[in-house]
């Protein structure tokens, strides 16, 4: 999973959200109250379920828009104090632009004697169409057994909604406020920005001019954009970053007949291929000087971490369908799906993919593909590594052709301190909601946002997924359980109230 923003986002922040100094708090009162209002909280992802908030289309903008009215529209009927935030317009290929969706800010209350906490989310989703796969419409969320099916049920608008809820179970003796910038997630094909590291579109410049105004009050920040690893609930601590490449080799002036030229001419798809085979091995092994090297070791701490999770190998080759895996152990399978770096080739433009046959040879090919970061890898380093060793391999090939390497996309990975009174706070509050202790895991996909918020605000971060393992995030059927969308929101309830009771600095 990467997820690149453009701006139409959603972060909540919660400040003050100690109880009123009269009321106690009542656990088992406020999972009564969400116990009693399933249905309707239900019926709210429904109607969210229903808007096209599709961000990879710019035609389909005008839904995005629309979802940022209705989430400045709820907060507005909760009592805050809402502000929609302009961050600008967003250049399509073509030279033309379109305005971004605008980031929505709202406050319930202040008090600087109390904690004040940022929760990020997002309420754009993935492109869905029931021809792709579904086995119901993927814009009318459809229950069926307990789950919850619709496009961006899971990514990310229930867990927004969980957070939405939550305030709205503590208003009536909490003082509580809130911060809610609408995050767009979705693959953008935009070049590097003056933020590099994000790959992302308008919402950096907001988190930065507002570094000392908005998020001067805010104490921590918690992302709520990710899930379980098994059944088991899950607090997050780090995510892989992400170094998107292009490799571009242009040959002759115009596609040719393989018929006619074939054996004439140096093949900039023979020469791609070629290049693209010396990136990795066929077990796994990083091919590229210097990009292993710069691992940070697996300690014996981390390791017992891992030991420690529950995670069924059989279960996840049957979940991905497939017999066999890169490695056999739960430590290595982990540790590789998390904190070592891995090189993907995702495809190539300009070559032949439609059905039936083709007999041409493409004049100009361009392979995409990444290498996800981990600590301690640098972006730029890893930029000029590739560039460096795929210009030397191509050398070696004497080829007349042409290659072009460039990076797109340099996010930087995120990791956080598992002993940071957050993470305790969080397991708290899992055991108090599910009594059992929560895994702590890590994300092999880049959430950028994370590393945005903590390179620019220096406030600690915690991810507090309550998605399902098998929730189908960007697939066909995503869900989200019923079980995990109530419990979930009892899970945020808890969380502040113990997040409350941390030392203020």
């Not at 629309?66 to 073509?94: F, H, N």
């Not at 899971?154 to 406020?177: G, R």
């Not at 921590?220 to 899930?227: A, M």
């Not at 892989?240 to 115009?254: I, L, S, T, W």
Request: proline share 7%; glycine share 8%; aromatic share 10%.
């Amino acid at each position: 999973m990467t997820i690149w923003q453009l701006p139409s986002m959603l972060l909540v922040v919660i400040s003050s959200v100690s109880p009123h100094p009269h009321h106690l708090f009542e656990y088992d009162e406020l999972s009564q109250y969400v116990d009693s209002h399933q249905e309707e909280y239900v019926q709210t992802l429904r109607d969210w379920v229903a808007v096209e908030s599709d961000s990879s289309d710019v035609l389909r903008r005008p839904d995005c828009h629309r979802m940022m009215d209705m989430t400045a529209e709820k907060l507005q009927a909760m009592g805050g104090k809402v502000e929609l935030v302009d961050i600008g317009v967003q250049e399509l290929p073509d030279g033309k632009t379109v305005a971004l969706p605008k980031v929505v800010t709202a406050q319930f209350g202040s008090d600087p004697n109390k904690q004040t906490v940022c929760v990020y989310g997002h309420v754009d989703v993935q492109p869905a169409k029931l021809e792709d796969g579904w086995a119901t419409e993927p814009y009318n969320l459809t229950d069926i057994n307990g789950h919850l099916y619709g496009r961006g049920a899971s990514d990310n608008k229930a867990p927004v909604l969980a957070w939405i809820h939550t305030v709205e179970a503590y208003q009536p003796s909490f003082v509580i406020t809130i911060f809610f910038p609408l995050l767009l997630s979705t693959p953008c094909p935009l070049p590097m920005q003056d933020l590099p590291e994000t790959g992302s579109n308008g919402l950096d410049a907001m988190i930065v001019a507002q570094k000392d105004t908005f998020f001067s009050d805010v104490d921590y920040i918690i992302i709520s954009d990710c899930g379980w690893l098994s059944r088991r609930p899950a607090l997050t601590y780090g995510t892989r970053g992400n170094c998107y490449f292009f490799a571009e080799v242009e040959g002759p002036k115009q596609d040719l007949h393989s018929g006619v030229y074939g054996g004439t001419v140096i093949e900039p798809m023979t020469d791609l291929i070629g290049i693209l085979d010396t990136l990795i091995s066929p077990s796994g092994k990083i091919l590229i000087p210097g990009i292993r090297e710069a691992v940070a070791p697996l300690s014996d701490e981390e390791w017992k971490m891992y030991q420690d999770i529950e995670f069924d190998i059989e279960s996840f080759k049957s979940k991905i369908g497939v017999s066999q895996l890169m490695y056999s152990n739960k430590v290595d399978l982990l540790a590789h799906r998390w904190r070592y770096p891995t090189v993907t080739i995702h495809g190539i433009e300009g070559a032949f993919s439609g059905p039936g046959s083709k007999t041409v040879i493409p004049a100009k090919v361009i392979a995409k593909f990444s290498i996800r970061q981990v600590p301690n890898m640098d972006p730029a380093v890893v930029k000029k590594q590739v560039t460096d060793y795929l210009y030397s391999v191509f050398a070696k090939r004497k080829s007349p052709n042409k290659l072009k390497v460039t990076m797109i996309i340099g996010a930087k990975p995120w990791l956080a301190d598992t002993k940071h009174p957050l993470y305790e706070a969080g397991k708290a509050a899992v055991k108090r909601v599910f009594d059992v202790e929560p895994d702590l895991i890590r994300e092999g996909g880049t959430i950028p946002i994370a590393k945005t918020f903590e390179d620019v605000t220096g406030k600690s971060i915690i991810m507090m997924p309550i998605g399902g393992f098998d929730d189908g995030l960007h697939s066909q059927n995503e869900k989200m359980s019923r079980y995990n969308y109530i419990e979930g929101t009892k899970l945020f309830i808890a969380y502040l109230h113990e997040v409350a009771h941390l030392k203020k600095d």
